[in-house]
């Protein structure tokens, strides 16, 4: 993953200091679970998808807290320390957006070249 320089406007509503200490006291909770057990044995990275120890992965929320995102199985997910920093407050949708740009940019480029090429210099 790459670091990114990007601007992200947050909802009070989602920031307010007791919904997200009740979010982190709900997550807290789900560590204790079987199912919290179960995916740091498996040992996978959700973003990068390599192989760590147990104790080497966090719990992520994909969606953030400070987003909108609650503490609830279909929203947390095992993380490295790596990608769990480099990811911030980002949203699944930010990182495919950010690809889809590159990927057009590299189209326009090579759309660029292609058309100079015939050209006579």
Not at 1 to 16: G, Q, V
Not at 26 to 46: F, P, S, V, Y
Not at 53 to 69: E, N, Q, S, Y
Request: net charge positive; aromatic share 4%.
């Amino acid at each position: 993953m790459t670091k990114r320089n990007t601007h992200i406007e947050l909802d009070s509503t989602h920031t307010d200091p007791a919904r997200i200490k009740r979010e982190r006291e709900k997550a807290r909770k789900l560590r204790n679970t079987n199912w919290w057990r179960t995916l740091l044995q498996k040992g996978i990275c959700h973003y990068c998808e390599k192989r760590f120890a147990a104790k080497d992965l966090t719990m992520d929320h994909v969606i953030p807290l400070a987003r909108g995102g609650t503490s609830t199985p279909g929203n947390i997910v095992p993380a490295c320390r790596s990608c769990n920093q480099d990811k911030k407050l980002e949203l699944p949708v930010d990182r495919l957006f950010e690809q889809l740009q590159a990927e057009r940019a590299a189209r326009s480029e090579n759309d660029d070249d292609d058309s100079s090429e015939g050209d006579p210099a």
